[in-house]
């Protein structure tokens, strides 16, 4: 795993070489010294005198973008016109785009889709308001609904910031599942202004996924909207993480030889994910765990007056341990990390137990890298796509909200949850199940699939599917 640290970014430099001074192979030179790799060159343009190329370079190295735009600097005859880091380029503008089912391409088809004939199909639905789903964009289409308070990790950076991650969960919805979604980002912190505003805008959805909106107030938003909206609302912060790392679990617990009830848990960052991955944890059949925030280890000895940690307390550490994260971790099996990089140190790690299993799953960046541990740990899972067993909400919402579509459900419950994680869980046979491969790929295409069947047989079971899909 040593290429992890590397830095993996990708750049595009415009260089511009004066033909009478300089060679390419001269900066090809300087660019690989300073720790780039060049892995494309596209010719932009060439004359008597000059050419100017666009150089594709994987860093290899971290700073190495900086290096390579000084060694550049001192070379007779090359110029570093511009450098463009790809994910900026992909962002430009944005990443999604709404376009029309049919062309409208004469008066015919115009009065069709709109005014005056569009009218008789909006009196269809004033009559029958059921009428919303088969008539509009209602039934396939979600809202990724943040208020940009709980960004990865990287907390409260507001709506404007939120977007790209928003813009990128309805990709993915799209992508993996055909669900349109739509990203919403709004400009209120308060907790029943996000309530109402999503109330306001949800006849023209099928379901709503909560996204990055931090606890303990996602807690209050997503039980109203639950209660006041007859459409599936789903936390995915919450519940898509729980199901994925449920599933994960399962497979490490196999792989180590434990059972749950007497594997002991730690889990640091208490709050959506925290509090979630917790409660299915529990619901499976865990009996040890201890949950560790910035204030250290939360324990029934003490209050909080954030009533979820007053509930956490009451539910888990039945010891009674106090202190911060050391002395949570000495001794125990797992950890399991939904809280900010950098956290975890090897020493952290050194007093597990033998054979512990670490999750590190704050995004973008582990609360430790694994080549800081790999050499003891058994099972290593982080939230990112660029390290194997990338435990990630992604493998969960695009086909728990397929299934729920199809089913046209009023609600993700507790057992169509447990059915997806199972689902997860299950596209890893017991032949291929090893450290490195706990958690299928997320382009693993079995995924939404199995994920969609079980969910809406789960939603069907128990009773909140208002249709009964075919195949
Ligand atoms: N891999 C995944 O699929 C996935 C899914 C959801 C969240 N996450 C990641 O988990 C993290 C938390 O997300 P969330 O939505 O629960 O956010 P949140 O804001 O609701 O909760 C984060 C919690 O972590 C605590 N915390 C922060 N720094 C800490 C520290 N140094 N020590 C102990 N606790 C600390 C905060 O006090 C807070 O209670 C983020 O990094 C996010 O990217 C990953
Ligand atoms: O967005 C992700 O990659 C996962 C998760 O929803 C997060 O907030 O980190
Ligand atoms: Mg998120």
Redesign the pocket.
């Known amino acids: 795993m040593k290429e992890r640290s590397m830095d993996g970014k990708t750049i595009i430099l415009r260089v511009e070489i004066d033909i009478q001074q300089a060679q390419f192979g001269k900066a090809a030179t300087a660019i690989e010294t300073a720790g780039g790799d060049i892995i494309a060159i596209d010719v932009i343009h060439t004359d008597k005198t000059k050419t100017i190329r666009d150089l594709t370079v994987k860093m290899t190295e971290a700073g190495a973008a900086d290096r390579i735009s000084s060694a550049l600097g001192t070379l007779p005859g090359i110029r570093l016109q511009h450098i463009s880091d790809r994910t900026f380029l992909l962002h430009l503008g944005g990443k999604i785009t709404v376009q029309p089912k049919t062309p409208i391409q004469n008066r015919d088809d115009l009065s069709r889709v709109y005014t005056p004939d569009v009218a008789r199909v909006c009196q269809a639905i004033e009559q029958d308001p059921s009428k919303a789903f088969t008539l509009t964009i209602k039934r396939n289409t979600v809202a990724v609904v943040s208020d940009g308070s709980?960004v990865?990790?990287l907390?409260n950076i507001g709506p404007y910031a939120a977007m790209p991650v928003m813009e990128g969960k309805a990709m993915l919805f799209k992508q993996f599942a055909d669900v349109d979604a739509f990203p919403i980002c709004l400009d209120t912190q308060d907790t029943e202004q996000i309530i109402q505003a999503v109330k306001q805008l949800a006849p023209g959805f099928g379901g709503i996924n909560l996204e990055?909106i931090?606890?303990p107030r996602?807690f209050e938003i997503e039980r109203r909207l639950r209660e006041e909206l007859d459409i599936p609302v789903f936390h995915?912060?919450q519940h898509?993480?729980a199901v994925?790392l449920f599933a994960a679990m399962l497979n490490a617990l196999k792989l180590t030889g434990r059972n749950i009830a007497g594997t002991r848990f730690v889990i640091?960052?208490?709050?959506?994910?925290?509090t979630a991955c917790t409660k299915m944890l529990l619901a499976g059949g865990a009996k040890h765990i201890i949950g560790?925030?910035?204030e250290g280890i939360l324990t029934a000895d003490r209050h909080y007056d954030n009533g979820m940690w007053q509930w956490y307390a009451e539910h888990t550490n039945a010891e009674k341990k106090a202190g911060h994260?050391a002395e949570a971790l000495a001794g125990a099996d797992v950890f399991i990390g939904?809280?900010?990089?950098g956290?975890l140190t090897r020493a952290h790690v050194e007093s597990m137990n033998a054979e512990p299993i670490v999750f590190a799953?704050?995004?973008?960046e582990p609360e430790i890298r694994p080549e800081l541990v790999e050499d003891i740990v058994a099972v290593f899972a982080?939230?990112r796509s660029d390290y194997p067993n990338q435990?990630?909400?992604?493998l969960c919402f695009p086909g728990i909200f397929r299934g729920a579509l199809d089913s046209r459900a009023t609600t993700v419950n507790e057992e169509m949850k447990l059915a997806a994680a199972e689902a997860i869980a299950s596209v890893i046979s017991d032949e291929e199940r090893s450290p490195m491969y706990i958690i299928p790929s997320v382009f693993n295409a079995k995924v939404v699939e199995e994920v969609r069947k079980r969910v809406i047989q789960a939603a069907i079971d128990s009773g909140v599917a208002r249709r009964h899909p075919r195949e």
């Open positions: 709980a990865l990790g907390g990055d931090s606890a996602c995915d912060d898509g993480t994925v640091c960052g208490i709050g959506a994910a925290g560790v925030d910035r994260l939904v809280s900010a990089g956290i799953m704050a995004n973008p982080t939230g435990i990630n909400n992604v």
